[in-house]
């Protein structure tokens, strides 16, 4: 077997598979990693399979869960 989206595994999920934390996502099949959310960009579930942008009057850093306005921050 192999891990699904939103999921990695040692050797492809062969051993086990584990979902992708927040601020990390993966939409293929088999990874044995899950790739950390651009700047701009975040997803607060387990197990996803893209980041959604931010929006307006909010940002991230990248790899982040959450959202901070402008000026938070600072």
């Known amino acids: 077997c192999e891990c ?3 999921a990695a595994g040692v050797n492809g999920g062969r051993l ?3 979902s ?3 601020g990390t ?3 293929d099949v088999g990874a044995e990693t899950c790739a950390t959310c651009a ?3 975040f997803v607060a579930a387990h197990g996803a399979v893209e980041c959604g942008e931010c929006d ?3 940002y991230s850093t990248g790899g982040e869960f ?3 306005t ?3 921050m600072e």
């Open 66 to 68: 959450i959202l901070f």
């Open 56 to 58: 307006a009057g909010f």
């Open 39 to 41: 700047a701009g960009s």
């Open 70 to 72: 402008y000026g938070q």
């Open 25 to 27: 996502f993966t939409p």
């Open 16 to 18: 086990s598979c584990v």
């Open 20 to 22: 992708c934390l927040p």
């Open 4 to 6: 699904g989206p939103g």
